[in-house]
């Protein structure tokens, strides 16, 4: 019998960080669920272990929990879906890993009749590499645009290049969710959302931690929390070489300003105006319509991703907040965004769970994965990206691929963790000082 014509899905997702994994294990339980709040799937984990590959803290503080959970490599998770009879895979890497991935998929699953729906997609708002990120995505069988805006683009650059759009399909984010904003609370808070990435230059960084201390000093009535994702040596979706936990070392902020870390929903039911440059919080916290801005102090700029925001109404700097400014955001801009701050996000994982139940129906399986980018339409490229995860332009494991003829024993994964352990602290610490140095 079929594993999808029972009545518990088999969902499998494979992260390679501590957001993506929140991403995927959270789209997995909205578009794998026949009924909508309902546990009717079995969700096992899969951790592809690279610079970001997230620790126990991490993972406790998304709070979203699996049946099972493990680390791999690339081959030992390919390996995993040749013997598991899975009704659904979410892919939550990066482009070049979805890549890759559905290249070694492809290669798998040929000499199956049924294999499992293959989603991907985008953790946040889409800003940059828009036409590089989506054709290394190209060939899932859904591949999720988080607001009607992000679906018109993608539909956009695939039909543009000739390749099918019909796996597009429109959802909203999957983390969005708790009570609405009702009014003030006592005290009266004002949360920063830090993000790893950006600004990356420790003249910006400082600037804003400075301007947030003010804010504190200039408003003592007024509880200022700097919001943190990660602690110094953990690594998220992006590299943080300058911790705000160290620069704060040097300064002396007042008593009612504070560190936050932990679930980014919790801390927004105590948050009266959100604050950040750029980052996806400003979406969780315009959903429960909590005053949100979007900062200019650094302009207006693709790098930073605040050009987003153009004509959300939310764009301010550090002067107007000081002065009491409270934004308004535009609502057309607001329903193109996935919010849903009109109460119906309930219903904006349907298309998603009908396009699903309609591919494992069909009869005789799903046909094979057919990605964008082959040897053929990227000899250049194609190769590169498949040899980082240790494949061939074929997807079979290239010679000498780390797990690709058996399971590690209990000596090989001691030296694995040793080894890793020295990768981590040669990206996280030396790597950055190297960087630093060399720009003196």
């Known amino acids: 019998m079929p594993v999808s014509a029972t009545k518990t899905r088999r969902v499998a997702v494979l992260a390679d960080s501590d957001t993506r994994w929140k991403w995927g294990a959270l789209t997995a339980s909205r578009i794998a669920s026949e009924n909508t709040g309902e546990p009717d799937i079995h969700l096992d984990g899969y951790l592809l272990r690279g610079r970001a590959t997230p620790t126990a803290r991490q993972l406790q503080e998304v709070g979203v929990h699996a049946d099972s959970l493990r680390e791999v490599t690339a081959v030992e998770f390919l390996r995993s879906m040749a013997q598991e009879p899975y009704d659904v895979l979410v892919l939550a890497l990066v482009g070049g890993g979805v890549q890759a ?4 998929l492809k290669r798998v699953w040929e000499e199956r009749a049924e294999r499992p729906v293959v989603v991907t997609g985008y953790v946040g708002v889409v800003y940059e590499k828009l036409a590089d990120g989506l054709l290394l995505r190209h060939g899932a069988d859904l591949v999720l645009a988080n607001s009607r805006q992000d679906a018109e683009r993608f539909r956009a650059v695939y039909e543009g290049v000739g390749a099918d759009a019909s796996a597009v399909t429109e959802v909203a984010l999957p983390f969005l969710g708790g009570e609405p904003y009702t009014g003030e609370h006592d005290p009266y808070t004002v949360v920063f959302a830090a993000q790893p990435s950006v600004p990356d230059s ?6 804003l931690l400075n301007r947030l201390i003010q804010h504190a000093r200039k408003h003592p009535e007024r509880e200022v929390l700097l919001k943190l994702r990660s602690k110094p040596g953990e690594h998220t979706t992006h590299i943080e070489e300058l911790p705000y936990q160290k620069l704060v070392q040097r300064l ?4 009612n300003f504070k560190l936050v870390y932990g679930n980014m929903g919790e801390v927004l039911n105590r948050t009266d105006l959100m604050v950040t440059i750029s980052s996806t919080a400003a979406l969780e916290s315009l959903h429960r319509r909590i005053p949100t801005v979007v900062l200019t102090d650094l302009g207006v700029r693709e790098v930073l991703g605040n050009h987003h925001f153009v004509g959300s ?3 301010a700097s550090w002067d107007q ?38 591919l494992l129906a069909r009869p005789g399986g ?21 040899a980082r995860h240790h494949l061939g332009v074929d997807g079979s ?12 024993g209990p000596v090989r994964q001691i030296v694995r963790r040793a080894a890793r352990g020295a990768y981590r602290h040669g990206v996280q610490r030396v790597a950055p000082v190297i960087r630093r140095m060399g720009e003196l």
């Open 321 to 358: 907040l000081d002065e009491g400014h409270r934004p308004a955001p535009d609502e057309e801009w607001v329903s193109r965004q996935g919010v849903c701050a009109d109460g119906s996000y309930a219903t904006a994982f349907d298309p998603a769970r009908e396009r699903i139940a309609k």
């Open 366 to 386: 799903l046909p094979a994965l057919t990605p964008y980018y082959t040897p053929a339409t990227a000899p250049g490229y194609l190769p590169g990206i498949l």
């Open 397 to 408: 494991p290239l010679p000498g691929a780390p797990a690709h003829d058996k399971e590690p």
């Open 101 to 104: 991935m559905l290249h070694g």
């Open 202 to 207: 420790r003249k910006d960084r400082t600037y």
């Open 313 to 315: 109404g939310c764009l």
């Open 252 to 255: 002396e902020p007042p008593a």
